[in-house]
């Protein structure tokens, strides 16, 4: 077993700050059903846990752990390096793997592009979404909140380990991408439930406030809307983004 010291104690809790993380290049994972559904899909470096989950869990903790890296601690221990206010009985932390975008391997495929989602919660929950309905690529502005944050982690439940986010300037990746379609939702788009859907190409999502960017607006060829109902009628400014993301997600899944 791994010493517990205080230089770990420091670093894992630091884990929720986004210069720690890229200092580190690492992220942590908290609760049984999130560190269960991401063990084996990224590097572990330790497994911190209470005697009685880790004996809950030996088969798991035999399959993806080796060597020094399962730590045996304390609700105490775990309660100083958590982020939660009800700390779990386990944490897991990773490294964060390198992603390397390659326009040409993205291509064929239908992907969403994140322009400037700032909301940790909205972002795990589109990860979430997208995952559902069986998109494995997104496209994030440098702006988008770090999808490796905690908050984002917890709310992904899980899809995090079969979703893959790449940070860039989104213009230039969705031009790089060069797909024949690239859809946005706008007010003064086609009623999405009129429109000719693509199984493949890029289905801009716009940040909560502020919609999508004139950069990236320029990026797009089609232009959709989801209507309220009735239509015409008084009702709340906009959609909150996720909520949006599944919306039309159904649509172009024929759900």
Not at 105 to 111: D, K, Q, V
Not at 212 to 240: D, F, K
């Amino acid at each position: 077993m791994a010493e517990l010291t205080k230089n770990i104690y420091r670093t894992v809790r630091s884990l929720d700050e986004r210069k720690t993380r890229r200092k580190e290049c690492a992220f942590k994972a908290e609760g049984t059903k999130c560190v269960l559904d991401t063990l084996g899909h990224f590097t572990l470096r330790n497994l911190f846990a209470t005697h009685e989950w880790l004996e809950m869990h030996q088969q798991s903790v035999r399959k993806h752990c080796h060597g020094d890296e399962p730590v045996k601690v304390t609700r105490n221990d775990l309660s100083r390096m958590s982020s939660l206010s009800t700390p779990a009985d386990v944490i897991a932390v990773y490294d964060i793997p390198e992603l390397k975008f390659d326009p040409q391997s993205l291509s064929g495929r239908l992907i969403l592009a994140l322009d400037t989602i700032q909301d940790p919660g909205n972002l795990g929950t589109i990860i979430r979404v997208a995952d559902w309905f069986g998109v494995h690529d997104i496209l994030c502005s440098q702006e988008t909140a770090d999808c490796f944050s905690p908050k984002v982690i917890q709310s992904t439940m899980g899809s995090i380990s079969r979703v893959k986010l790449y940070y860039g300037c989104l213009p230039e990746m969705i031009r790089a991408v060069g797909a024949k379609n690239v859809y946005g939702t706008f007010l003064d788009g086609e009623n999405i439930s009129n429109a000719t859907l693509a199984d493949k190409g890029i289905i801009v999502i716009g940040n909560e406030g502020k919609g999508i960017s004139a950069e990236v607006e320029a990026t797009v060829s089609e232009r959709l809307l989801i209507p309220s109902y009735p239509e015409g009628q008084e009702t709340g400014e906009s959609l909150n983004a996720a909520i949006a993301t599944a919306i039309t997600l159904a649509k172009f899944r024929g759900v």
